[in-house]
């Protein structure tokens, strides 16, 4: 059977807004200096950091950690997650290593449990804090703010976010998402944020904003009296400078790599314009045909939430998913669809190949097809001859380098975009 004609390709970069934190210690150290903090010498400061990826994480924590250390507090570092890391102690001490967050690099104890003490009520529910952050004189909360992946509102992915499902560990996320079923993701989230902001010792949150090259942009420190107003500052200057792709609609999207490391449903739903849950509404834009999602991060560890917004995959997917670590993330976020295995074929050709054969009467060489390295790298991408006469009216985007056909190597696999 003859090879499918497949279309030509250039290499497209993207202009985004590109705001910079340069110095990234300075930042953070001179933002907690001009919060009006409660923390005094001597006292414990438990500082959670989670399990999104997040630019320079580390070199926050750490200028969180130094800035404390300033002050003569002692502080400690402590995986604010929920299901996360197969739900086990060691499992998010595992990830928050692999973002380079260990006690050396910290210069502090790391501590993790998942135990958790209840320190209030929200919605009729009981709200849980970690038992070992609560032990401290005060915690804070160090978290990227941005669009969520799950829903739309004031209110998003961000420090509040982390107070909620962050500080209530496995018990706490299992509560939470349940509850989003009946009341919505921003009403559970605004509710137990503020129970925990009233009821617990919140000393601080730290809200990170990137911009659309992946990079920390601002950071902006607040007490517990001013974290709300914050972040919702923050979430509108994160909408503004988030990554899109630049077209729609899109036959074929091909996303080499998905992961719980790029985001909390594998690939970020904001950018490919598909939900995690049926819950909520979610715009649908872009408007994607299909997705074909090639590999799973090393960072997933296996975790492969979110696979189930691709239509077609790869054996070498299949091959790396820990069922149990999956199952685990979806059912505590109450989303099964999101751990669908799609169609699964045994090379990258093959998939790509399958998803042309869908896109109806088009021919697979004029398709609008869109190859991406993952959904936090879109800064430059490959986008087919068919979106040419749209690319040369945009100021934004730029052809770079020689239009040449989607490549694979001689086992069907594709070789990957450099950036």
């Known amino acids: 059977m003859p090879a499918m004609p497949l279309p030509m390709m250039y290499r497209v970069r993207q202009s985004f807004p590109r705001q910079r ?60 997650m929920g299901s996360h890391g197969g739900a086990t102690a060691e499992g998010q001490l595992e990830i928050l290593e692999h973002y380079g967050i260990t006690e050396a690099t ?159 449903s594998g690939m970020d739903t904001n950018v490919i314009g598909r939900p995690s849950n049926p819950h909520e509404p979610f715009p649908n834009d872009p408007k994607i045909l299909w997705i074909v999602a090639l590999d799973l991060t090393e960072d997933s560890g296996g975790n492969a939430t979110g696979v189930g917004n691709a239509d077609f995959t790869t054996r070498r997917v299949a091959d790396k998913i820990d069922w149990k670590k999956t199952a685990i993330n979806s059912l505590t976020a109450c989303a099964p669809n999101g751990a669908k295995l799609p169609l699964v074929f045994d090379s990258d050709r093959e998939a790509v190949e399958s998803a042309l054969g869908c896109i109806g009467l088009t021919e697979p060489e004029h398709a609008r097809v869109i190859r991406i390295k993952n959904t936090l790298m879109i800064g430059e991408l490959e986008c087919s001859e068919a979106f040419l006469p749209e690319i040369k009216k945009r100021a934004d985007l730029e052809v770079v380098g020689e239009a040449r056909p989607l490549d694979f190597d001689a086992a069907g696999q594709v070789v990957p975009l450099r950036h």
Not at 36 to 50: Q, S
Request: glycine letters at 12%; one cysteine or more.
């Open 106 to 264: 910290m210069g502090c104890p790391l501590r993790a449990s998942m135990e958790v003490v209840q320190v209030g009520e929200a919605l009729g529910l009981p709200v849980w804090c970690d038992k070992t952050a609560s032990e401290a004189d005060w915690i804070g909360v160090v978290n990227r703010v941005k669009p969520h992946t799950d829903f739309k509102g004031e209110i998003e992915s961000g420090l509040f976010k982390m107070m909620t499902i962050g500080l209530g560990k496995y018990r706490g996320a299992t509560q939470y998402h349940r509850a989003n079923v009946n009341h919505g993701y921003e009403t559970v989230i605004t509710a137990v944020g503020r129970e925990m902001l009233a009821k617990a010792r919140i000393g601080f949150g730290l809200g990170v904003v990137e911009n659309g090259y992946d990079e920390t942009a601002y950071v902006e420190a607040f007490s517990a009296a001013d974290l709300e107003a914050g972040e919702r500052r923050l979430l509108k200057d994160a909408r503004g400078w988030m990554a899109r792709l630049p077209f729609s609609p899109i036959d074929v999207l091909v996303v080499e790599e998905i992961g719980k490391n790029i985001s909390g």
């Open 21 to 80: 934190l340069v110095d990234i210690p300075a930042g953070v150290r001179a933002t907690m200096a001009q919060a009006d903090l409660p923390i005094k010498r001597g006292d414990v400061v438990a500082v959670g950091a989670g399990s999104r990826g997040i630019a320079n994480i580390a070199v926050i924590v750490r200028g969180v950690v130094d800035h404390l250390r300033e002050l003569g507090a002692r502080p400690f570092v402590f995986p604010a």
